[in-house]
T-cell receptor, first 111, second 115 residues
Framework: DQQVKQNSPSLSVQEGRISILNCDYTNSMFDYFLWYKKYPAEGPTFLISISSIKDKNEDGRFTVFLNKSAKHLSLHIVPSQPGDSAVYFCAASVDTDKLIFGTGTRLQVFP | EPEVTQTPSHQVTQMGQEVILRCVPISNHLYFYWYRQILGQKVEFLVSFYNNEISEKSEIFDDQFSVERPDGSNFTLKIRSTKLEDSAMYFC?????????????FGPGTRLLVL
């Protein structure tokens, strides 16, 4: 079941630059998308979400873009900070309880 | 800031033994979930729970699994007879309500190791 895919297992970005994490999905019924950040041995921490009726949502340094026709969403982090280094998961839901997660992208922000 | 808590943080058990994982959801939340993450794999949905009953469960959630809200604050996941493949991180989550638009907040997880 690969309804939500994160094709880049890792990303390395210099501090101060933009980090762009990508996520693709196959189920056109998904209507709510979320990004979570996860450190080792901790639970996923909610970052930002977007409804399918929008194409952009911004919260501080984090912006999520949704392209429904391409079934693609992305998370932009500007400027990137070393504390942003973690694994980032996108998740989606279809007006039901369960979240379908991607496989995650490990972001490393170096000085 | 309110948060989901889970106990224990780690649990080691022998195959065939029963384990109970405990969660305290955020106090005004009404929907509760269990997910798990096997090492190196994605986070997978197990079960959702509302109004004292299961609202949805995955194919992973077979007869060996059960959930319960024994009182007004705790939410538990029981595995009756653990198998080696049950070794994973188990995450509890909660949300205020579900309309497909509500954010689920996760606890720190319980690392279960079945020997």
């Amino acid at each position: 079941d690969q309804q939500v895919k994160q094709n880049s297992p890792s990303l390395s970005v210099q501090e101060g630059r933009i980090s762009i994490l990508n996520c693709d999905y196959t189920n056109s019924m998904f209507d709510y998308f979320l990004w979570y950040k996860k450190y080792p041995a901790e639970g996923p921490t909610f970052l930002i979400s977007i409804s399918s009726i929008k194409d952009k949502n911004e919260d501080g340094r984090f912006t999520v873009f949704l392209n429904k026709s391409a079934k693609h969403l992305s998370l932009h982090i500007v400027p990137s900070q070393p504390g942003d280094s973690a694994v980032y998961f996108c998740a989606a839901s279809v007006d039901t309880d369960k979240l379908i997660f991607g496989t995650g992208t490990r972001l490393q922000v170096f000085p | 800031e309110p948060e989901v808590t889970q106990t224990p943080s780690h649990q080691v058990t022998q195959m065939g033994q029963e384990v109970i994982l405990r969660c305290v959801p955020i106090s005004n939340h009404l929907y509760f979930y269990w997910y798990r993450q096997i090492l190196g794999q994605k986070v997978e949905f197990l079960v959702s729970f509302y109004n004292n009953e299961i609202s949805e469960k995955s194919e992973i959630f077979d007869d060996q699994f059960s959930v319960e809200r024994p009182d007004g604050s705790n939410f538990t996941l029981k595995i009756r007879s653990t198998k080696l493949e049950d070794s994973a991180m188990y995450f509890c989550a909660s949300s205020e309500r579900t309309s497909g638009q509500e954010t689920q907040y996760f606890g720190p997880g319980t690392r279960l190791l079945v020997l």
